[in-house]
């Protein structure tokens, strides 16, 4: 079974700071890994996705992630946080190996921008 | 352009109506899913759908039945509501590695 851990139910920083979102996920297979962002009231939005290739992916919003095998990590990263990074991220994989093509996703984490 | 489009955005019912929540993509994905976000913010997969074809369906009560008339819809119907249906369900689409795209949601309350 496919799972996600988000072990942050809230993370602070001030704005100009670097920020990371943690998540570590569980597979058979090979992960498809994907960082999604919600704002409130609003529905989930795109990141980014790791499926092969560089370890280090670039997204949306100056988002990045590193996939990291060896600790089946894919925390998120930003180099300078800003106040309307203010959010709930979740961070989603798929096994690859199985049939199975729903994402499982993470509890979420609150990320909290201060100025 | 909305990629995946659900209406109604909100829905409030009485507990033992029956509704139904519709979802549409035009993307040219060939997979759907219905999700289920509740009050502390977990998404959990209810269906999924391919090419109109049930393939997953977690532990959902049988109250719960998804239709999907054709690639690019997939409805969900909701018999006897109860007040633990309240929740934020989220339509998806996706095709083979391609992004997962969700709908806005629609927030449903049961009263």
């Known amino acids: 079974a496919q799972s996600v851990a988000q072990p942050e139910d809230q993370v602070n920083v001030a704005e100009g700071n670097p920020l990371t979102v943690k998540c570590t996920y569980s597979?058979?297979?090979?992960?498809?890994l994907f960082w999604y962002v919600q704002y409130p009231n609003r529905g989930l939005q795109f990141l980014l996705k790791?499926?092969?290739?560089?370890?280090l992916v670039k997204g949306s919003y100056g988002f990045e992630a590193e996939f990291n095998k060896s600790q089946t990590s894919f925390h998120l990263k930003k180099p300078s946080a800003l106040v309307s990074d203010s959010a709930l991220y979740f961070c989603?994989?798929?096994?690859?190996?199985?049939?199975?093509?729903?994402?499982?996703f993470g509890s979420g984490t609150r990320l909290q921008v201060q100025p | 352009d909305t990629a995946v489009s659900q209406t109604p955005k909100y829905l409030v019912t009485q507990m033992g109506n029956d509704k139904s929540i519709k979802c549409e993509q035009n993307?040219?994905?060939?997979?759907m899913y219905w999700y289920k976000q509740d009050s502390k913010k977990f998404l959990k997969i209810m269906f999924s759908?391919?090419?109109?074809?049930?393939?997953i369906n977690e532990t959902v009560p049988n109250r719960f039945s998804p239709k999907s008339p054709d690639k690019a819809h997939l409805n969900l119907h909701i018999n006897s509501l109860e007040l633990g249906d309240s929740a934020v369900y989220f339509c998806?689409?996706?095709?083979?590695?391609?992004?997962?795209?969700f709908g806005s949601g629609t927030r449903l309350t049961v009263v």
């Open positions: 998806a689409s996706s095709q083979d590695t391609g992004g997962y795209t």
């Open positions: 597979v058979s297979g090979n992960p498809y």
């Open positions: 790791y499926i092969t290739g560089d370890n």
């Open positions: 989603a994989v798929r096994d690859m190996n199985t049939g199975r093509r729903a994402l499982t």
């Open positions: 993307l040219g994905h060939d997979t």
């Open positions: 759908y391919n090419n109109k074809e049930l393939i």
